[in-house]
């Protein structure tokens, strides 16, 4: 009995076993291509990402480099921007030679407060002047009634070093008309030429201004208008023209006119205006001129007044007598140190540093007299 128990026993752990070893089937021909088939695969998207990863590595790298490349242009560029910035202003303009003073020293220029041109001009002088320690102050002044511009360079208080004036031939003029400050002032060098030009708004040419025609003039350009009137064939003057003296009174003006007109077929009224006025506050809006001659700058003011206006006669005179000068006092020109900073800032002003900005604002007027020595000859 026991031994057929025991028997039963083993034949179903025989069984058993036989069971289980036939639950685990052979790999087959297909399961080994699936499993070579998921390798490949892994190996292909992991050969992807690999290369992905390069390609982004690769492309970061190159954007880090044009990163950097693009910083160091832009350092360049501000090294070579400094570098310009910091490069000597005098030395493209001819000044270059000017030895800088031992000190600095400050100066003063004044003009009419009108002449923004002039003020422009001499504000750009700035930067070239600094080189040489030289600190330049700009200060307009506004015109005053009995108040001409040599006052204010003789006003101790004002402390003006240099003025824009009229020209030389007003500013002396003869011993009974004028030179009144010719023992304190002098000029000192001259600035451009100034073009005094015969205009209208009612007119369009010379030949249309009809007889008694009302011509005004200023009182600061009197002479020079009048050789302008001349060379247009309007008036006869009597030989050698004396200078016209900015300071005459009204009265006296007309009477300077009567005697130095000689013919004046169309009968020409010949009229006076002062200057000062005109330069300061503009023309009348209440009266409109039927011509008029007048500098450059002052022609394009009666253009804004008046609209519509013609050039009918462009000034054809040359003469140095007709360059506005730049003056200083006497005793700074005589004095062997203080001379030694005005010939450095006319230097500078008769330089391509003014040329350049009289181009660059399209100022009609153009430099003149640079080469002839006033320093020496009046003081």
């Known amino acids: 009995m026991k031994r057929?128990?025991?028997v039963i026993i083993t034949i179903m752990l025989l069984s058993l076993i036989m069971t289980s070893c036939g639950s685990a089937k052979p790999e087959t021909k297909n399961s080994r291509e699936a499993v070579q088939k998921t390798s490949q695969g892994e190996t292909?998207?992991?050969?992807?990402?690999?290369?992905k990863s390069s390609e982004q590595n690769q492309s970061e790298s190159t954007g880090q480099a044009e990163s950097e490349s693009t910083e160091k242009n832009v350092s360049e560029s501000t090294k070579r921007d400094e570098t310009t910035e910091a490069?000597?202003?005098?030395?493209?303009?001819?000044?270059?030679?000017?030895?800088?003073?031992?000190?600095?020293?400050?100066?003063?220029?004044?003009?009419?407060?009108?002449?923004?041109?002039?003020?422009?001009?001499?504000?750009?002088?700035?930067p070239s002047l600094k080189v040489l320690n030289i600190e330049l102050e700009v200060v307009p002044f506004k015109a005053e009634e009995g108040v001409s511009v040599y006052d204010r360079l003789l006003d101790e208080a004002l402390q003006y070093d240099f003025i824009l004036g009229g020209t030389v031939k007003q500013f002396y003029g003869s011993s009974e008309s004028g030179g009144q400050y010719y023992d304190t002032i002098c000029p000192v060098w001259y600035t451009y030429a100034l073009p005094v030009n015969i205009y209208s708004s009612k007119y369009s040419a010379l030949d249309e201004l009809p007889d008694g025609t009302e011509i005004y003039i200023l009182s600061d350009t009197a002479s020079h208008a009048l050789r302008v009137l001349e060379s247009a064939g309007l008036i006869t003057l009597k030989g050698e023209l004396p200078v016209f003296n900015a300071w005459l009174s009204e009265n006296?003006?007309?009477a300077y006119l009567t005697d130095i007109i000689l013919e004046n077929p169309k009968h020409i009224s010949v009229q006076i205006a002062n200057a000062t006025v005109i330069?300061?506050?503009?023309?009348?809006?209440?009266?409109?001129?039927?011509?008029?001659?007048?500098?450059?700058?002052?022609?394009?003011?009666?253009?804004?007044?008046?609209?519509?206006?013609?050039m009918l006669f462009?000034?054809?005179?040359?003469?140095?007598?007709?360059?506005p000068a730049i003056y200083a006092r006497k005793d700074a020109v005589n004095d062997p140190e203080r001379r030694k900073v005005i010939e450095c800032v006319m230097t500078v002003y008769q330089s391509q540093v003014t040329?350049?900005?009289?181009?660059?604002?399209?100022?009609?007027n153009k430099p003149a007299g640079w080469g002839i020595n006033i320093l020496d000859k009046y003081r």
Do not use: C
């Open 4 to 6: 057929i128990i025991t």
């Open 44 to 51: 292909k998207n992991s050969g992807k990402n690999e290369s």
């Open 87 to 126: 490069k000597d202003p005098n030395e493209s303009t001819g000044t270059s030679s000017l030895e800088p003073l031992q000190e600095t020293v400050h100066v003063k220029a004044g003009m009419f407060d009108t002449n923004k041109f002039q003020k422009e001009i001499w504000e750009n002088l700035i």
């Open 252 to 254: 006296d003006a007309q």
């Open 279 to 310: 330069r300061s506050f503009g023309f009348p809006p209440d009266k409109e001129y039927d011509a008029v001659v007048l500098d450059g700058q002052l022609g394009q003011m009666y253009k804004m007044n008046y609209g519509r206006t013609r």
């Open 314 to 323: 462009e000034d054809p005179l040359t003469d140095e007598d007709y360059i």
């Open 355 to 364: 040329i350049d900005y009289m181009n660059k604002i399209g100022l009609a």
